[in-house]
């Protein structure tokens, strides 16, 4: 078996087109993962709240005012916040794919000390180890 070249065409692709096919590429990626993002925020939102409701009660859940996504992620989960006070949230993180189980989500409320400059964090598991952390945190 012989191997031979092919014929060379006339025609080549110029360099300013693979850019623009490069740069359009880049693009559709880049608007891929934005929505992919977008979806994580919801859905991260979404979870945060159905937990709330389903750990806290209706009440309480409702008071709790509006979830935000976190900013970074931990892999494979989500995780939203919702800020009680100044500098003192209620972070709820919860696997993207759970078992089944609800003891997978965690809720822990974060909460900064501005004159020592510290942070400590408390999982809570029930309304009432909720207002025990923000006593605490020194929520009033």
Sequence with gaps: MTLTQPEPTARKTDTNTLLALGVAAIAARHEELRKRDRLDDQNAVRRA?????ATFGQDAATA?????PSPEMPERMYQAFVELAPRTSLIC???RFPSGTRSETVFEVLAYCGSCSSHSTTAVGSLAELAGALRTAGVR
């Design 49 to 53: 709240r159905a937990e709330a409701l």
């Design 64 to 68: 709790l005012g509006e979830w935000l």
């Design 93 to 95: 993180t919860t696997p």
